[in-house]
């Protein structure tokens, strides 16, 4: 789960957990490790958005390693030339790991689980522009009608059968688009099942068209199908069930994550 770069931390402690718990139940803050009470982000298309600083540069960064990938599974590059990159690379990895790790995240890293499709998902596997391993997936939202289009060109790296999108990244896709469905009914949830109908291969590097539709609500269970599309021929259908959860479980995980983190760098500082 995302939190905001927003935090209370002039409030006293007892005030920000008070105010936080109120909101938890409205899905719109946790508690981080700190006390701090953590907001989500909520803006409604982080593509559109005007990114500066090092929010920009993480976005650019994001975008160079994408297009490493993209080349690295494409060229024949001579020895010589790929164990310079790989040695630059590995200097860049170990600056990084210098620099502690953030408490807070701008966004939610799932669209299922965010309750409110004005979150912001900059870090997500699918469609985030600050991950390097999102194609990334393009998402509209149409409230009114609660249906979601996404468009995406999947390059190389994605590649299954010859010149086509790896089956599983199909289905990660489709999780990632009907769990934006999800997020419109202002629910936040986790898929329960997740149905994939390969009709035809998806060719790579097109224009794919994913088409996805809110079926029926029946209390904590939420129905999505949708379709997807290479130029006008029909790829693949799905069908999904996800299960809304309580702000103070995500919340939870969150936590969670927080401490196996720390225990991690315990055990790599020993």
């Excluded at 998902?121 to 996404?150: C, K, Q, W, Y």
């Excluded at 060109?153 to 990632?176: K, L, Q, R």
Aim: glycine content about 6%; aromatic content about 8%.
């Amino acid at each position: 789960m995302r939190g905001s770069a927003y935090t209370a931390q002039s409030e006293p402690t007892e005030v920000r957990q008070q105010t936080c718990r109120r909101r938890r139940k409205a899905g719109n803050c946790i508690l981080n490790s700190d006390n701090e009470l953590v907001r989500r982000f909520t803006h409604w298309d982080a593509s559109s958005m005007n990114a500066t600083g090092a929010w920009a540069e993480r976005r650019r960064l994001a975008k160079a390693m994408r297009e490493v990938i993209a080349r690295l599974v494409e060229i024949d590059a001579p020895e010589e030339d790929l164990a310079e990159a790989a040695n630059a690379l590995e200097r860049y990895s170990k600056r990084l790991s210098e620099y502690p790790k953030g408490a807070t995240y701008e966004g939610w890293a799932e669209t299922a689980v965010s309750g409110d499709a004005a979150a912001f998902f900059d870090h997500s596997p699918l469609i985030g522009l600050a991950n390097p391993l999102s194609p990334p997936i393009s998402l509209v939202a149409d409230r009114d009608n609660m249906t979601v289009e996404g468009r995406a060109v999947f390059g190389s790296a994605f590649e299954g059968p010859p010149a086509c999108v790896h089956g599983g990244f199909i289905s990660a896709a489709f999780d990632e688009v009907l769990g934006f469905v999800n997020s419109l009914t202002g629910n936040p949830g986790m898929t329960a099942r997740l149905t994939i109908d390969y009709k035809r291969p998806t060719p790579l590097h097109t224009d794919l068209h994913f088409k996805a539709q809110l079926d029926r609500v029946d209390g904590r269970k939420t129905y999505a199908s949708g379709k997807v599309f290479a130029d006008d021929r029909l790829t693949a259908t799905a069908e999904a069930l996800f299960l809304s959860v309580s702000a103070e479980k995500l919340s939870d995980l969150y936590m969670e994550g927080q401490e196996r983190d720390r225990e991690t760098e315990s055990f790599d500082d020993e």
